[in-house]
């Protein structure tokens, strides 16, 4: 009898430590890497889950999205650029607009506390109503977008698998964007192969990684290399005053947000403009081109009544080299983030 027992006791609990060890970290499927900070999105407001990020991505590459239906996300973020406009200084929309800032990268948002250069969206489940209403990009409204969508029934089957029934509304149609756009992970890098032990820089790269610090990591800081700060790094002005016209402070006027580095070197053109299209001509202008127009010029960019960051050629190469270790290829080759 005690036997009996004990292999009972033993079966319930290697069921319960099964049970545990094959349960996702989050929810239904998002795990967070381990070396992350804490995931600032709502998981619990907006559960994670494997048939609503599979919603959102047909929604993301979904031209029905715009007016005439035309554009989708995808078309202003692009998988082999980062999600961001390959070759494109500035977003190009519906019939043929040009806006007047460059698309920005999608990676990493379920830790991004504002969105945009000007960081005008504080929650990622409005983050798709700006684009999709904005005249130059795609020029429709929500309540439109849901009415082209009813008629497919396609997405009557996959709103009932996501959400547990087919009904369509202006929260799941968020939702289901958001829980893709989070899905979109990159960690993958040489860089983090090379945090994990798991492969070694060359000695070009680790020189640019100890220079990146010097120089660099005051704003490319972490793990994600951004502290999500806004901030004025001295390119000639225009009419655009960036943080100012979200938070009409005037110390932000002609300040946008410090981007991520991840994926740098296939992000390009560079600036909340699209003004370089290379990663010299950046690191040329940090070192050279820094100007003081304004009186809201980072204090980083004025040290020793000089502007900019010192910088030589050499330095310069081997600091773009290290950049090159943030490339994550499995991230951009990954078919879950891929057009169907």
């Not at 889950?49 to 031209?63: C, I, Q, T, V, W």
């Not at 005249?135 to 698998?161: G, H, Q, R, S, W």
């Not at 951004?226 to 390119?235: A, H, I, K, M, V």
């Amino acid at each position: 009898m005690k036997k009996f027992y004990y292999i009972i006791l033993v079966f319930f609990f290697l069921q319960c430590t099964k049970e545990e060890n094959t349960k996702p970290d989050i929810d239904n499927g998002f795990v967070a890497p381990t070396n992350f900070p804490a995931v600032r999105y709502n998981l619990i407001e907006n559960p994670y889950s494997n048939e609503k990020r599979e919603l959102g991505r047909k929604l993301f590459y979904d031209a029905r999205l715009s007016r005439d239906n035309t554009i989708s996300c995808g078309s202003c973020h692009q998988q082999v650029a980062s999600f961001a406009h390959a070759g494109h200084r500035v977003s190009h929309g519906i019939d043929n607009k040009l806006g007047t800032r460059n698309s920005p990268t999608l990676f990493n948002l379920a830790w991004q506390p504002l969105f945009f250069w000007d960081g005008g969206v504080g929650d990622l489940d409005l983050f798709h109503v700006n684009p999709i209403q904005n005249p130059v990009e795609m020029d429709e409204t929500i309540p439109a977008v849901i009415d082209k969508l009813k008629t497919d029934n396609n997405y009557l089957t996959l709103f009932n698998k996501a959400f547990g029934t087919s009904e369509m509304t202006a929260i799941r149609f968020n939702q289901a964007l958001s829980t893709f756009l989070i899905s979109m992970v990159s960690n993958q890098s040489k860089y983090d192969e090379y945090l994990a032990g798991k492969t070694t820089l060359t000695s070009t790269e680790q020189a640019g990684l100890d220079l990146f610090n010097q120089k660099c990591a005051s704003c490319h800081t972490g793990i994600l290399f951004t502290d999500f700060s806004f901030r004025n790094n001295g390119l000639s002005t225009t009419s655009d005053l960036g943080r100012f016209r979200v938070s009409v402070i005037a110390t932000d006027s002609f300040k946008f947000k410090v981007p991520s580095l991840r994926n740098i070197e296939k992000s390009s053109p560079y600036m909340h403009d699209g003004r370089f299209n290379t990663l010299d001509e950046v690191l040329n202008h940090y070192s050279n081109s820094v100007v003081n127009t304004t009186t809201t010029l980072d204090t980083i960019l004025q040290r020793n009544n000089t502007l900019g960051i010192p910088m030589t050629n050499d330095e310069k190469t081997k600091i773009i080299s290290f950049l090159k270790t943030l490339t994550d290829n499995k991230f951009l080759n990954d078919s879950r983030f891929s057009e169907f």
